[in-house]
């Protein structure tokens, strides 16, 4: 099946126009320009209507890992507990319910009393903090340590911008007769540009709300402690035995399809996208027992229920569920067509999904082996014209068609044998005409036999080329191939000619009247 294109899709409402339509683009496909109008050069035979349905199902698995053994710090009420591991269904998740792939580690504790740290033996560390290197505190971060914090109204600057002319100390008065404008002192800041801030005196606001003007906070590194926190405990002195579970939620695309056993697999695209092959004739999200009650009837309630089949028992893994599934059914226009063409008729499927084409048979290959039958024909009797003719045809219809192939290999071979009956014609008629002209033009004829000598060996020569070319220009037509070897074969004949010449012009031909020539004649 050739690949689909870029064609126009025609709604199939008319079933005959969707056909021929489609029949058209994928005949362009196959033979190009070759086709021709092949929509309106085909005869309707037979029509029949193979419509399909597919469903599209998309599920949302909950999948958790294996726990693993983890030391918990101990705060009340900061981790959930679980009695048994096995139950990790009852761990409360974070994750949304869409369809978009997440993940997330989620944490609980076993049945049990805290115990005391066993990494800090209760001593919440050990060592002095590296921020704050044993002092328990910070300089306060909104004064900078000067128990001050920056005026909110003009940002520690003391001074606030005049309003009326945005700090320039001018505003503008009036235009000139040039359109240059004209600017007078602002007079409410009477050029100033800027008025003292009433909200502060120095810049400054007393009173940091965050240190309460003690220019301090508690290290932030270990919380004032002066010692850095135990990694494992984080300060609380205390454990609890637990474990982490990895959480993922992951999507599965199952697809289903319900057609008639003689429409070709083909005529559907693998992995064809949601709402693209077709009529949208459900679709429902919800879980299994949502969408279990929503089973339309027919062929699309097949599709339906064999796309939830797909599903696998175990979903993902011994520990995944279903948290989400969406499922539509399509209803795709799918036709079985029986055309003629060229007197012959031809069977074919078609979608609408880019005009896909499915055909049983190619009607464009068996006109391909017609054609160079034909051309294969005329090569016997000798009428080029009218096998290139035919060649063309049959290679533009299908260039790699075993008929088309074989047809180039007898038109080689034909150029060869033409080449060789050529050049042995030539090579003949040196061999007698040269003796013969020079017996009539000379005196001693036998003085120049180096001259005929030489002059069918350029003839010969002429022969080996026109050979040559025959065997060289196979994808040259043979009419071209004749005429090139025609002009080649001319080109030595003249060279042969003009040595001749040379030759008389230095052994002067001796007169000789009539009667002598007539006797020699």
């Known amino acids: 099946m050739e690949p689909p294109g870029d064609a126009a899709e025609v709604k199939p409402q008319d079933p005959e126009a969707f056909v021929r339509a489609a029949l058209g683009e994928w005949a362009r496909r196959v033979a190009g320009d070759a086709a021709g109008d092949f929509a309106k050069a085909i005869s309707i035979v037979a029509l029949r209507d193979r419509t399909a349905y597919a469903g599209f199902l998309r599920c949302l698995f909950d999948v958790r890992g294996e726990p693993v053994d983890k030391a918990l710090a101990f705060k009340e009420g900061a981790v959930p ?20 792939e997440q993940e997330e580690l989620i944490t609980a504790a076993d049945p049990g009393d805290p115990v005391e740290c066993n990494r800090c033996s209760g001593e919440n560390g050990a060592g002095v903090c590296e921020t704050c290197h044993g002092r328990k505190t910070a300089p306060c971060p909104a004064c900078l340590n000067t128990g001050r914090r920056s005026c909110p109204a003009c940002a520690g600057r003391g001074r606030i911008a005049c309003t009326l002319c945005a700090g320039s100390g001018r505003v503008p008065s009036s235009v000139a007769q040039d359109g240059a404008l004209n600017q007078d002192v602002c007079p409410q800041c009477a050029g100033a540009k800027e008025f ?60 289903s399809l319900v057609r008639d056993p003689g429409v070709p697999e083909e005529v559907f695209p693998e992995n064809p996208p949601t709402g693209k092959l077709g009529e949208t004739v459900f679709e429902q999200e919800g879980d299994d027992a949502a969408l279990a009650a929503q089973k339309p009837a027919g062929d699309a309630g097949e599709a339906f229920a064999r796309a939830l089949a797909l599903v696998p028992a175990a979903g993902l893994g011994p520990r995944s569920r279903r948290r989400l599934q969406s499922l539509s059914i399509e209803k795709i226009p799918i036709f079985e067509v029986v055309y003629a063409f060229e007197g012959k008729e031809y069977r074919a499927w078609a979608g609408r999904y880019q005009n896909r084409v499915v055909a049983l048979d190619d009607p464009f290959a068996e006109l391909a082996s017609r054609r160079a039958a034909e051309a294969a024909a005329c090569l016997e009797k000798g009428d080029l014209a009218a096998f290139e003719e035919r060649a063309a045809q049959a290679a533009a219809l299908a260039p790699s068609n075993t008929a088309v192939v074989a047809l180039r290999a007898s038109a080689g071979a034909f150029q060869r044998r033409a080449a060789v009956r050529l050049g042995l014609k030539l090579s003949a008629a040196a061999a007698v005409a040269v003796p013969v002209v020079l017996s009539l033009l000379y005196q001693s004829p036998n003085r120049h036999i180096p001259l005929a000598a030489l002059g ?12 040559w070319a025959g065997a060289r220009l196979q994808n040259i037509p043979l009419l071209s191939a004749r005429r090139r070897g025609t002009h080649v074969a001319a080109a030595a004949a003249a060279g042969a000619v003009l040595i001749a010449g040379a030759f008389a012009a230095a052994a002067p031909i001796r007169r000789i009247d009539t009667r002598e020539f007539e006797k020699r004649l």
């Open 81 to 100: 507990r679980v009695a048994d591991r096995a139950d990790l269904w009852s761990l409360p998740v974070r994750l949304t319910r869409e369809f978009v």
């Open 196 to 255: 003292a801030c009433a909200d502060c005196a120095d810049a400054a606001a007393p009173d940091c709300a965050r240190c309460s003007n003690t220019r301090v906070t508690p290290c932030p590194a270990c919380e004032g402690r002066g010692a850095p926190l135990c990694a494992q405990c984080g300060g609380t002195r205390r454990i609890v035995r637990g474990f982490s579970v990895q959480v993922a939620y992951l999507l599965a695309y199952y697809r």
């Open 456 to 467: 069918l060996a350029i003839l010969a020569a002429s022969s080996g080329a026109v050979l």
